[in-house]
Structure formats: structure tokens, C-alpha cells
């Protein structure tokens, strides 16, 4: 199975001169968190990381320094959903993985999981419960959701290619655009299975998100 990491943001909320791709945990830069995982994962074959052009020679800076092998930066797209089209045209395996490189906190237990759950579904996600009351409205509330339905959904996931690329060829025609592959695949058919997700499965997007995973590294 080939996998995709997704790096190519400008990572703008964390107020940095630099993509949050190249933030410091622990003196490590973000994005090599994921790839060393994947690089020693035994069902992954090969792993194409989409990147900012513009740091591109960061990316393989790093990835020389790190030594981790079997990886091929490619150039991302202008938004989440056009990175991942372009990830896919380089895919050779019936399925695929896709990450975040801005989720560090995952570990070979976690992908195992995920992998063993790929029975006869079109995508696989990983789900935790929503905790939080949730109500839709702009200054007034409209109407309430029933939260015992609600997930959030992380990453990593698994698809099978033909019918993800299918669902991005679709949704590129309609000028349609998902937050994330599971909600792509859904809307035009699949068949999308939620598996347990993680609460340790934090994405970065602030700096107070990497300060807490610096807390969980040192657990």
C-alpha cells in the first residue's frame, strides 16, 4: 500500500515565518514525526509527501538528515483537495493511506488498527465521539444535533484509489469541495467505515496544540 502525507500548508493560524510543517517538537521538525513512522510501517511501500514549492528544499534537507528512505516529495496543490488529486496520480497500490503530517502523535499500533479494519468498505476513518454539545445558528440558535451521532473524524485514513480518485475527478467537475477524503467518497456514494479513532491523535493548528504534544512526548 502507497501512502500519502499531506504537508504542503502554509500553517497561517500558527502566526509563524515558517509552514508549521518545519515547527520544532522536541528539537525535531514537525513533518518527520509522520514520516519516520511510515517508513517503518511494514504494509507501506512507498510514501509521497506533498510539499510547499517554495520550501522544497527544506523537505529534502530534512528527509537527508532524518535518513528515511522510500520517499518522494511532489509538488501540493493550492488547497487540501488538490494536494491529494495530484498525490494520487503517483499512487501504484489498489489502496492507499492518507495522513497529516500536522498529526505527530499516531504510532505503528494506531496504523495497524486502521490497516485491519480494511474489510470490503470503500475508505476507512478513524472517529472519535463528539463531547461537546453542538448547535447550528448564526446570533440565534436554529436547531440542535443529536451528539451521540456526532464524530470527529482523524487521520490516518484508507481508500480504496479507484474510487477515491473517481470521487475527486467528480467533485473537480462540480466544483465541489470536501474538509477531508472520507466526507469526498461519502457524498458521492462510498461506502465510508468509522473505527476508533484516538484522543492522543491531535492535530496542530495553534501553538498551544504543539505545546501539548511536547507535554504527551514526554509521558
Known sequence: MDAIILAAGSGLRMNSNIPKQFLRIKGKPLFIYSLELFDKCSFIDKIYITCNKEYMHLYNEFISMYDIKNVECIEGGSTR?????????????????????????????????????????????????VKFTVAIGNDFMESELDRSKLHNV???????????????????????????????????????????????????????????????LKL
Do not use: C, W
Open 81 to 129: 483537495q488538490e494536494s491529494v488529486y495530484r498525490a494520487l496520480s503517483f499512487i501504484n497500490t489498489p489502496k492507499v493511506m492518507i495522513h497529516e503530517a500536522a498529526r505527530p502523535l499516531i504510532d505503528l499500533e494506531f496504523m495497524n488498527s486502521i490497516f485491519s479494519s480494511d474489510l470490503d468498505a470503500d475508505g476507512v476513518v478513524p472517529t472519535i465521539p
Open 154 to 216: 482523524q487521520l490516518p485514513q484508507i481508500f480504496n484509489k479507484e474510487i477515491l480518485f473517481s470521487a475527486h475527478e467528480k467533485a473537480l467537475n462540480d466544483n465541489y469541495e470536501a474538509t477531508e477524503d472520507g466526507m469526498l467518497v461519502f457524498h458521492y456514494g462510498g461506502r465510508v467505515k468509522f473505527v476508533d479513532g484516538r484522543e492522543s491523535n491531535i492535530k496542530v493548528t495553534t501553538q498551544l496544540d504543539i505545546e501539548l504534544i511536547e507535554n504527551l
